[in-house]
Nanobody
Framework: VQLQASGGGLVQPGGSLSVSCAAS????????VGWFRQAAGKARELVAA????????YLARSVQDRFTIDRENAKNMVILQMKNLRPEDTATYYC??????????????????WGHGTLVTVSS
């Protein structure tokens, strides 16, 4: 089982970027998926999550109205679309997956599978 986060990079404030989580060895369509981020010197935090069905989703207050989380089950991927990026969004972004009947976890220890992370830098 492997999760691979990709798509990070350098973007100017106010810009947009999408990061993708691709899976091998499991079908993401059957898993709750969370996107976490960790900035230098700070704790890892959940920024977005989706239940396996996509019916339930979560966006942290700091990213509401700017980020969306979308499933692309045909590609076995989950996408975090980010717009109006701010310098405080700078972090390494990780995707995580967990098999559960409903909902999703809010903390790192509720997810069994993790990708290696992709760095998003928001700077002019």
């Amino acid at each position: 089982v492997q999760l691979q986060a990709s798509g990070g990079g350098l973007v100017q404030p106010g810009g947009s970027l999408s990061v993708s989580c691709a899976a091998s060895g499991l079908s993401l369509g059957s898993y709750a998926v969370g996107w976490f981020r960790q900035a230098a010197g700070k704790a890892r935090e959940l920024v977005a999550a989706t239940s396996w069905s996509g019916v339930s989703t979560y966006l942290a207050r700091s990213v509401q109205d700017r980020f969306t989380i979308d499933r692309e089950n045909a590609k076995n991927m989950v996408i975090l679309q980010m717009k109006n990026l701010r310098p405080e969004d700078t972090a390494t972004y990780y995707c995580a997956a967990d098999l559960r009947d409903h909902g999703f976890g809010y903390t790192s220890d509720e997810y069994a599978y993790w990708g290696h992370g992709t760095l998003v830098t928001v700077s002019s």
